[in-house]
Structures are given as structure tokens and as C-alpha cells.
């Protein structure tokens, strides 16, 4: 990896203009198109949205997991380090995906090898990237799954994943994608397969080690009460696209995109009368082969125009660092009494 200290004064990610497809039997769907974002050193990003918006795809992409075929990366750098991970070899990817990059899958019970230890499964990205091997791999391994709150961790080496409770696995995952101190850590949708109590201990711990460590935190969700509590920016992807980004402060307190909107009036608020409804986006999300013209979300919009229907809008900034790709912004603010410049 490139070690010069101007790289150190840049986004430790870089992803720009990434297009990801997948070939089908209905034609070429564009799961990934032209996102950009950075992730900064040490700081948590959110990425959120509903199912199919292209999350987790453009986490696979920065990973280099998508699978092909059908899957391809169309175009794109993804910066790390100042390293462009689309130009090195596979070997060279394989070097970066843990002592570089972590990541903790959604379902860890489909993640972990069910015929392996807990323990072997820990120690392998330690005998493969820091070369521990013995002894000193199972001790690693033992304050790994200390470090993440599992009791008896000397006595968990030798279990098997269905040895363990779902949140348990979930920490063994956490062990795992954190074994070899990464600078970033990917956690695609971690907590969804766990209760809400779960929930929060895992969030908080993937906080805490982060914190400790000093790694950048990624989290992709559809959970809006996450991110408000954990990032400290997010971006809102929607069909695909990046429809808005800020900081987290920014983005709650005056959303300017409908489908930001949208998002935050669905969920329940326990600071307004419980017999008040919730305000559901309507609609479904478009099939993805066959995006509707113009911005994807306006047969969904109540803001929308005509002008919407024919033109796809760009991200562009409106105040601070807040931007949002909509031609009726002010619009959207003036209604949810947000103010911008």
C-alpha cells in the first residue's frame, strides 16, 4: 500500500463514479450507478436505504467480492490509501481484504464455515496476514473474542458455529473482521438477523473497537435510528444513486430530498401522540431493469414536475456540506420547515 504521508491528508476511502451491473435473462441491471463518496480516517459513514437501492452491492464492489458472472464493475476508481483497488492484481486485493479493509456480512450464520472451530476460523486471516501461527494464534484469537464480549474464550476456541447463540456468532464475526486491525471496517446491514436488545449491544460495541482501534466505520443499513445514534455523515442511496449526503446533524435536521423525507416520516417517534399515523412513502420501488425515466423516485414523489420525469438531477451542494440531487429542494425544505442558502 502506498505509505507517503500526503496520502495520510486524504480520505483513507475514495470510491468515485462506481458503476456495478449484473447481466440477467430480463437484460443488464445497473445495481451501482456512478456513486462517489469518501469515508475519512476514524470517522463512521452511514449508508442507507431499502432493500435493492444498492448497498450492499457497492460494499461487495469495494471488496471486490461481486461475483462475475453476472456481475461486473463497469467503471469507477475505489481509492484506498491512494491505491486504486480496481488496478491491483488478485493477490494484491487479497493482502488489503482484512489488514486493510474488514467486513461483517449480514447473516453470520451463512458467513461462518459451519464445519470449522470458532478458533480456526479466527486464527486463519492471523496465520495468513500477520504470520502467527501455534500458541501465539489461539492467544490472539482468545482476546479477540474477550475483546468482544464472548465469556469463556479459551473454552469458545472449540466450538462450531451452531454451538452459539445468533449474537454470539455476530460477535465472532466482529473478532474475525477486526482480528488484523484494519483501517476500515464494512458492517453490511450486521444487526438485521438480531433482536433489538442485540441489536444495541452489537452497534455499540462495533463503536467502541472502532473507537479503541482507530478504524473508519462503514455501516450500511436501512435502520435510520442507527445511523442518527452512530455516523457522524450518511448518505442516502436510492435505485442505485446517492440522493443525499451530509452530516448526520445536517441531513435529520433539515432533510431536502423527498425520499429523505420520506424515510425519516416512517419511522416511529416516541415524541409525538401514539394515536398520530405513520407517513409511508408510496409506491414500490421501481424494477430495476426498467428504471422509469428521469429521477427514479418521482412516480413516487409528491414534490415531483414534469421536469422530473425527463431529467435525472446531481448531486449539488446547498449548504455546508450537505448536498442533494432534487430540482424541488427548497421546496421539499420549505415544507418540512428546513432553511437553506
Do not use: W, Y
Given at each position: 500500500m502506498?505509505?507517503?504521508?500526503?496520502?495520510?491528508?486524504?480520505?483513507?476511502?475514495?470510491?468515485?463514479d462506481l458503476c456495478?451491473?449484473?447481466?440477467?435473462?430480463?437484460?443488464?441491471?445497473?445495481a451501482v450507478n456512478g456513486v462517489s463518496f469518501d469515508v475519512n480516517h476514524g470517522e463512521t459513514l452511514g449508508l442507507v436505504g431499502e432493500s435493492g437501492c444498492g448497498k450492499s452491492v457497492s460494499a461487495l464492489s469495494i471488496m471486490r467480492l461481486v461475483p462475475n458472472p453476472p456481475g461486473v464493475i463497469e467503471r469507477g476508481e475505489i481509492l484506498f490509501e491512494g491505491t486504486d483497488l480496481l488496478k491491483i492484481?488478485?493477490?494484491?486485493?487479497?493482502?488489503v481484504r482484512?489488514?486493510?479493509?474488514?467486513?461483517?456480512?449480514?447473516?453470520?450464520m451463512s458467513s461462518l464455515n459451519p464445519v470449522l472451530t470458532i478458533g480456526r476460523q479466527i486464527t486463519e486471516p492471523l496465520e495468513v496476514h500477520l504470520g502467527l501461527t501455534g500458541a501465539a494464534a489461539e492467544d490472539r484469537a482468545a482476546e479477540l473474542l474477550e475483546m468482544v464480549g464472548i465469556a469463556?474464550?479459551?473454552?469458545?476456541?472449540?466450538?462450531?458455529?451452531?454451538?452459539?447463540?445468533?449474537?454470539?456468532?455476530?460477535?465472532?464475526?466482529?473478532?474475525?473482521?477486526?482480528?488484523?486491525?484494519?483501517?476500515?471496517?464494512?458492517?453490511?446491514?450486521?444487526t438485521t438477523a438480531l433482536d433489538v436488545t442485540i441489536q444495541a449491544q452489537i452497534l455499540e460495541l462495533m463503536k467502541n473497537l472502532t473507537n479503541q482501534l482507530g478504524t473508519a466505520l462503514l455501516i450500511i443499513t436501512h435502520n435510520l435510528g442507527v445511523v442518527a445514534r452512530y455516523a457522524d455523515r450518511l448518505n442516502v442511496m436510492y435505485a442505485g444513486k446517492i440522493r443525499e449526503s451530509g452530516t448526520a446533524e445536517e441531513v435529520y435536521l433539515r432533510p431536502s430530498h423527498p425520499y429523505?423525507?420520506?424515510?425519516?416520516?416512517?419511522?416511529?417517534?416516541?415524541?409525538?401522540?401514539?394515536?398520530?399515523?405513520?407517513?409511508?412513502?408510496?409506491?414500490?420501488?421501481?424494477?430495476?431493469?426498467s428504471l422509469p425515466a428521469g429521477c427514479a423516485f418521482h412516480p413516487r414523489c409528491r414534490w415531483s414536475t414534469s421536469k422530473c420525469s425527463l431529467e435525472d438531477p446531481v448531486l449539488e451542494r446547498i449548504e455546508n456540506r450537505q448536498m442533494v440531487a432534487c430540482f424541488e429542494s427548497k421546496s421539499v425544505a420549505r415544507a418540512t420547515g428546513s432553511t437553506f442558502h
Open positions: 502506498n505509505t507517503d504521508l500526503s496520502v495520510e491528508r486524504l480520505p483513507l476511502l475514495r470510491v468515485r456495478t451491473s449484473f447481466n440477467t435473462p430480463e437484460g443488464k441491471i445497473t492484481s488478485e493477490r494484491e486485493m487479497q493482502l482484512g489488514v486493510g479493509i474488514g467486513m461483517i456480512f449480514q447473516e453470520p469463556d474464550s479459551r473454552r469458545r476456541l472449540s466450538d462450531h458455529p451452531h454451538q452459539l447463540s445468533g449474537g454470539q456468532r455476530q460477535r465472532v464475526m466482529i473478532a474475525i473482521a477486526l482480528s488484523c486491525e484494519p483501517k476500515l471496517l464494512i458492517a453490511d446491514e450486521a429523505t423525507v420520506g424515510l425519516l416520516n416512517s419511522v416511529p417517534r416516541l415524541d409525538r401522540p401514539a394515536s398520530e399515523r405513520l407517513d409511508p412513502i408510496e409506491g414500490e420501488i421501481p424494477d430495476p431493469s
